[in-house]
C-alpha cells in the first residue's frame, strides 16, 4: 500500500475512482474464478464416475463402458482437475489484487497462466466432444459405430460432463477480458 | 497523437522510454499474428487438400478418404480459416499500435478476441487430434477399428496438418501475454 500512497497524493479523486473501478474489476475477477473452479471441478468428478454396465452378458464378454475406455476421456479429467487446482490456487491473487488494485507483475503472470489454461480446458472439452460426437453418431465411412446405441445412459451422461467445461472455457475468457481492463485502469 | 503530446509534457524522459518498450511490444505482436496467420492459414490449407485413393476397388465400393468424410476435421478447417482470416484482419490494429503506443481500447478489444479465437483454434486442433488418435490407434472396447492401416498417406497429411494449428496456440498464449505487457506499460 506504500507505493498507493504515494500516488494518492499526487491525483487524490482521480486515484480513488480508478481504484474503485479497479476493485470491482477485481471482485468480478474472484467470482468468476471461483465458478469456473466449481464449472471445472464439477466436469472432472461427473465424467470420472461415469460408468455403465449393461444388464446382460454374452457369450464370454461382460458388456461394460467406462470413462477411461477412451483415452480422450482420461485427457479430459485430467485436464479438468488440472484446470481446477489452478483456479483455486489462483483465488489468493485474486484477493491480493482487490486489496491492491494497483498490482500488475501478479495480473500479467495470471493473465499468461490463464491463457494456457484456458488452451488446456478447451484443448480435453473439445477432444471429449468430439469422442462424444462419434459415440452418438458414428461415422459410416471410417466403420466406426455409434456406442450410445447401447450404452444410453453412459453417452447422457459424458455429454453432459462436457457442460462444466465449456462454460469453463467462456468463463476463461471473461477473467483474460477483465485482467486486460484491469491493467488499462491501473 | 494529440493526447500523447500533453502527456509528454509532463514527464517527458520517462513516457520516452515507455513508449519505446511498447513499440518493441506491438512490434513484435505484429510479428507473432502474421506467424500465425501463415501456421493456420497452412493448416487450413493442408487439412482442406487432403483426400487418398487406394489403388484397388472391391465390389462397388472404391475405397476414397476426404478430409469432409468426418465432420471434424470440417470444424478444424474452417476453425482454422476463421482464425487466420482474423489474424490479417487484425494486422492494421497491430500497426495502429506501433504507431500509437498509447491506445488502450483496441487493446482490450484485441485481447478479447485473441482469446476468444484462441478458444476456437485450440477447440478445432485438439478436437482433429482427439480423431486423428483415433484413426491411428483405434478403440478396442468401442469396436472402432484403426483406419491408418488402409489411407496411410491420408493419416500422415491429417496428422501433419494438425502441427500448424498447435503452432498457433502457442503463438495466441504469446500474444494475449504481449497485450497484457504493453496494458500494464502505457
Same mark, same amino acid.
Given at each position: 500500500?506504500?507505493?498507493?500512497?504515494?500516488?494518492?497524493?499526487?491525483?487524490?479523486?482521480?486515484?480513488?475512482?480508478?481504484?474503485?473501478?479497479? #476493485?470491482?474489476?477485481?471482485?468480478?475477477?474472484? %467470482? +468468476?474464478?471461483?465458478?469456473?473452479?466449481? /464449472?471445472? !471441478? $464439477?466436469?472432472?468428478? =461427473?465424467?470420472?464416475?461415469?460408468?455403465?454396465?449393461?444388464?446382460?452378458?454374452?457369450?464370454?464378454?461382460?458388456?461394460?463402458?467406462?470413462?477411461?475406455?477412451?483415452?480422450?476421456?482420461?485427457?479430459?479429467?485430467?485436464?479438468?482437475?488440472?484446470?481446477?487446482?489452478?483456479?483455486?490456487?489462483?483465488?489468493?491473487?485474486?484477493?491480493?489484487?482487490?486489496? #491492491?488494485?494497483?498490482?500488475?507483475?501478479?495480473? %500479467? +503472470?495470471?493473465?499468461?497462466?490463464?491463457? /494456457?489454461? !484456458? $488452451?488446456?480446458?478447451? =484443448?480435453?472439452?473439445?477432444?471429449?466432444?468430439?469422442?462424444?460426437?462419434?459415440?452418438?453418431?458414428?461415422?459410416?465411412?471410417?466403420?466406426?459405430?455409434?456406442?450410445?446405441?447401447?450404452?444410453?445412459?453412459?453417452?447422457?451422461?459424458?455429454?453432459?460432463?462436457?457442460?462444466?467445461?465449456?462454460?469453463?472455457?467462456?468463463?476463461?475468457?471473461?477473467?483474460?477480458?477483465?485482467?486486460?481492463?484491469?491493467?488499462?485502469?491501473?
Amino acid at each position: 500500500m506504500k507505493g498507493g500512497g504515494v500516488e494518492v497524493g499526487v491525483a487524490a479523486k482521480d486515484s480513488t475512482q480508478r481504484n474503485g473501478v479497479n #476493485r470491482g474489476v477485481s471482485i468480478l475477477d474472484f %467470482i +468468476l474464478r471461483l465458478l469456473g473452479f466449481i /464449472a471445472t !471441478l $464439477g466436469s472432472a468428478i =461427473a465424467m470420472a464416475t461415469t460408468n455403465e454396465s449393461l444388464p446382460f452378458f454374452t457369450r464370454f464378454i461382460r458388456f461394460r463402458a467406462e470413462y477411461d475406455d477412451l483415452p480422450t476421456f482420461t485427457f479430459f479429467v485430467i485436464a479438468n482437475a488440472i484446470v481446477s487446482g489452478y483456479l483455486i490456487l489462483s483465488l489468493p491473487f485474486s484477493i491480493i489484487h482487490i486489496v #491492491r488494485s494497483k498490482a500488475q507483475k501478479t495480473r %500479467i +503472470l495470471l493473465i499468461f497462466f490463464d491463457s /494456457a489454461m !484456458l $488452451g488446456l480446458l478447451t =484443448a480435453g472439452a473439445s477432444a471429449a466432444a468430439a469422442i462424444v460426437y462419434l459415440a452418438h453418431k458414428g461415422n459410416r465411412k471410417a466403420n466406426w459405430f455409434a456406442i450410445c446405441q447401447q450404452f444410453n445412459s453412459f453417452c447422457e451422461r459424458i455429454s453432459g460432463s462436457l457442460i462444466g467445461s465449456f462454460i469453463g472455457v467462456v468463463l476463461f475468457i471473461l477473467i483474460i477480458l477483465s485482467s486486460g481492463v484491469a491493467l488499462s485502469r491501473r
